[in-house]
């Protein structure tokens, strides 16, 4: 019997095996949980319901988080599969490409800037919002996935690193929000892992090129071992944690030197 055994957890984000959601979605599978998805387009569903069934779950359902409607329509579709949610997983994050390379006041814009706020952090506080009804009191979680570039600046990260230093402080208040209800929110400030999300960061190769090199355990990390953290974290076993964000980056964030990563290295490194 896994650690979340009778556990039921929501996954909005999967797109593809290749998705931090699906390393999580393995790992509360593995530990005994139900599973439910949201897709964010219907050429989306056909994938996600695909992932759903090697997970033993028939549950998935379309979800732009971009609309409160949806949102809440998530919530109601769920309420005839589930009386109650114990674990919500947020893995959503976007911002326009254009605003991914090159100088950051260069290319920034003011319709761009709003949106990556939109989806990549108020999105986790409107599901939390929408879905609070239903989390389960004393011992429900939730979890986001952060990134180093919204603590530290990192070369064509732009937009997302204030993005991610709002998900980072959503946790907090969120946090401080629901904790008298018993109810956990945290986030895990993966490494670099070459997802669908980061294909849109230019020389996204060079930043995980100069991970391995540069952190203690000599490597990047997988979507599993960000999974495996992930399910502790949801768990009862970590009942006494909030607010808080665990790198499971092979240490590369302490190891992380802003000197070293400058134009000039990139250049020679490319």
Request: hydrophobic share 45%; net charge negative; with cysteine.
């Amino acid at each position: 019997m896994g650690f979340l055994s009778g556990k039921r957890a929501l996954i909005v984000g999967l797109a593809s095996n290749r998705s931090i959601a699906w390393g999580i979605a393995k790992a509360m599978h593995r530990e005994g949980a139900e599973l439910a998805f949201t897709y964010q387009t219907e050429k989306l569903g056909e994938r996600v319901r695909g992932f759903a069934a090697k997970v033993d779950s028939n549950i998935a359902m379309p979800c732009d988080v971009s609309s409160d409607e949806q949102i809440d329509n998530v919530f109601s579709e769920l309420g005839k599969h589930w009386k109650n949610v114990d674990i919500i997983i947020h893995s959503v994050a976007f911002a326009e490409r254009d605003e991914l390379h090159g100088d950051y006041l260069d290319n920034v814009t003011r319709a761009g800037f709003l949106i990556s706020q939109e989806i990549s952090s108020y999105s986790f506080a409107a599901l939390a919002k929408a879905g609070r009804h239903m989390l389960t009191k004393e011992t429900g979680a939730l979890l986001t996935l952060s990134f180093l570039g919204g603590e530290r600046a990192m070369p064509n990260y732009n937009v997302m690193g204030p993005a991610k230093a709002s998900l980072e402080a959503n946790i907090r208040y969120m946090a401080t929000s629901l904790g008298r209800e018993g109810i956990r929110v945290n986030g895990i400030s993966a490494g670099p892992i070459r997802t669908l999300a980061a294909a849109g960061i230019s020389n996204f190769r060079v930043l995980m090129d100069f991970a391995a090199l540069n952190s203690p355990l000599g490597r990047n990390v997988t979507i599993d071992e960000v999974g495996n953290v992930a399910a502790f974290l949801c768990s009862d076993f970590a009942s006494g944690i909030t607010g808080e964000i665990t790198y499971v980056d092979c240490g590369f964030n302490f190891s992380y030197n802003d000197t070293l990563f400058n134009p000039d290295l990139l250049k020679q490194i490319t």
